[in-house]
Each structure stands twice: as C-alpha cells, then as structure tokens.
C-alpha cells in the first residue's frame, strides 16, 4: 500500500509569515494538532504543532529570571524566539521529513515512529499533495482482512504449522499442531517465554479457531 492510497489530499496549511495566534486559531478549528507550513511557492518548508506551543510566552505565569548577557547562549536566544515570536515561522520545525505519493506506507508509518512524529507531508514536485497522519494508518488496521482459517481440521493444522515456520521459525520438530473440531493443541518446547507467548498471538489473530489450548514448556536456562 502506497500513501496515494491512504493520504489526505484537502491539507489545512499555513503561511510561515501567519502570526502564532492565527495558526492556533486554525488548529483548534480544525481540530488537528499541527499545519504543514508552505510558503508562496506551495512548498512545505516547516510543520508547526500543540508541541511547539507549549513554551510560549502566553502561557508562563512569570518571566523567566534575567541573565547576565555573558552566560546568554545561541541556544537561550533561539528559545527566546520560539518563545516571543511573532509568526509562525518563528516557532516552526524547519527539518520536516517528507514522503512521496508512491512512498510505501509502512516506510511512513516507520518514520511516524522513528521520529516520534504525528503526521507526514506528501509532497510532489516539490509542492504539497497531500497529508498522512498516525490516524489515517491506524485506520488500515480497521479495514484489514482477517485470516480465516478453513472449516477442516486438517487444513487448520496445515495452516498454522506454516505461519509457525514462516513467522516464528517453528517447526513440526519443536512445536507440535493438533486440532480437534477445531480447537487447535500446541504442544511441544520453545526458548522463552516470549516465544510461547508470540505463538499464541499468532493463533489468535487467527480468525475460525475454536479454540485454543497450550501445552508448551519452556527450556530450562
């Protein structure tokens, strides 16, 4: 699956020349947490978010103690910035990842998490397409198609003997399958626990099983 496939195309931007007021204003309209930044070229060149407003000046129920200008550091006056400016390219995020439409959306939803970020620009050109957000892929997990199991106990057995080996590495060796009327018996002897615990995450995300019983022991260290 592409972002083409999932992105939203009406995107709420904002100008980098806006004042801070106006792009909170827009926000909490909208009811989104953050505005990609364009300029008069249609090109994203930052992201402003809740995040970036949460040490504003407004907000602060006293200034901060005055310092000897001696011990002021390039990092004290780009705060102060953030803190006092005016527009929203002030406050803005300038280092913005972005994705094309054909990007895949697992690569995206890998950078969502990377970067511990809520949403991604999709641009084109070099110009703002469209906007996938960690909602747009939560959605995916919705509209996902669940593996059905067959009714037979055969082809049960067969098919979850070959996600055991595909997914978890698990042969008939060292796990076995049994199914009757279709609750499926695992039995046999894995390394942790945690390796007991994926087998049964497998099974159940599994959809036909009627059951599921665990005969498994874990090896002694």
């Given at each position: 699956?592409?972002?083409?496939?999932?992105?939203?195309?009406t995107?709420?931007?904002?100008?980098?020349?806006?004042s801070?007021?106006?792009?909170?204003?827009v926000?909490?309209?909208?009811?989104?947490?953050?505005l990609?930044?364009?300029?008069?070229?249609?090109?994203?060149?930052g992201?402003?978010?809740?995040?970036?407003?949460?040490?504003?000046?407004?907000?602060?129920?006293?200034?901060?103690?005055?310092?000897?200008?001696?011990?002021?550091?390039?990092?004290?006056?780009?705060?102060?910035i953030?803190?006092?400016?005016?527009?929203?390219?002030?406050?803005?995020?300038?280092?913005?990842i972005?994705?094309?439409?054909?990007?895949?959306v697992?690569?995206?939803?890998?950078?969502?998490?990377t970067?511990?970020?809520?949403?991604?620009?999709?641009?084109?050109?070099?110009k703002l397409v469209?906007?996938?957000?960690?909602r747009?892929?939560?959605?995916?997990?919705v509209d996902?198609?669940?593996?059905?199991?067959?009714?037979?106990?055969d082809?049960?057995r067969l098919?979850i003997?070959?996600?055991?080996?595909?997914?978890?590495?698990l042969?008939?060796?060292?796990?076995?399958?049994?199914?009757?009327?279709?609750?499926?018996?695992?039995?046999?002897?894995?390394?942790?626990?945690?390796?007991?615990?994926?087998?049964r995450?497998?099974?159940?995300?599994?959809?036909?099983?009627?059951?599921?019983?665990?005969r498994?022991?874990v090896?002694?260290?």
């Amino acid at each position: 699956m592409q972002a083409k496939d999932i992105m939203s195309t009406t995107v709420i931007s904002i100008s980098p020349s806006a004042s801070v007021r106006h792009a909170v204003a827009v926000m909490l309209q909208n009811r989104v947490s953050g505005l990609p930044v364009v300029d008069d070229d249609g090109r994203v060149c930052g992201m402003v978010t809740e995040g970036d407003m949460l040490l504003r000046r407004e907000i602060r129920v006293s200034p901060r103690i005055a310092r000897p200008i001696e011990t002021i550091s390039e990092i004290d006056l780009e705060r102060y910035i953030h803190s006092n400016g005016w527009c929203v390219a002030d406050v803005m995020s300038r280092d913005v990842i972005v994705a094309r439409p054909d990007s895949e959306v697992a690569d995206i939803s890998e950078s969502l998490q990377t970067h511990r970020i809520k949403r991604l620009p999709i641009v084109e050109g070099g110009k703002l397409v469209g906007i996938i957000s960690r909602r747009d892929i939560l959605r995916i997990i919705v509209d996902a198609p669940t593996t059905v199991l067959p009714k037979d106990d055969d082809a049960i057995r067969l098919a979850i003997r070959t996600r055991l080996r595909s997914d978890l590495g698990l042969t008939s060796q060292r796990v076995q399958v049994f199914v009757e009327r279709g609750q499926v018996i695992v039995q046999g002897q894995v390394d942790s626990e945690l390796k007991r615990k994926a087998v049964r995450a497998l099974i159940e995300s599994l959809k036909g099983a009627a059951g599921y019983v665990d005969r498994m022991s874990v090896a002694a260290i």
